[in-house]
């Protein structure tokens, strides 16, 4: 992988404050990037080209074709999660 974009920050609208590329890379389901990527840093740089070339052809393209969630959806996984924790 290529680590030279690991530096950049950006405002996270998930978590309200800056996180760097790296995290945005790595912070998703199964150490994959997170799912708002694109969303997030196509106006910094190509950040479509970059994980293209630099992710596996099957973690790209779940990643292309990930819908955003309902933020209700993402609330119900997380009680259910806690749950399962807790049992
Ligand atoms: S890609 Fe994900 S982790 Fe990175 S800034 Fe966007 S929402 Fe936050």
């Not at 995290?23 to 106006?43: N, P």
């Not at 970059?50 to 609330?75: A, G, Q, R």
């Amino acid at each position: 992988m290529d680590e030279s974009k690991d530096h950049l920050e950006q405002r996270c609208p998930r978590l309200g404050g800056p996180v760097s590329f790296r995290y945005c890379r790595i912070s998703g389901d199964d150490v994959s990037a997170c799912w708002k990527i694109f969303d997030c840093w196509w106006e910094v740089f190509d950040v479509a080209g970059y994980l293209n070339k630099h992710l596996p052809e099957d973690k790209f393209n779940i990643l292309v074709n990930t819908e955003p969630k309902p933020k209700v959806v993402s609330l119900i996984e997380l009680i259910e999660q806690a749950q399962k924790g807790a049992s």
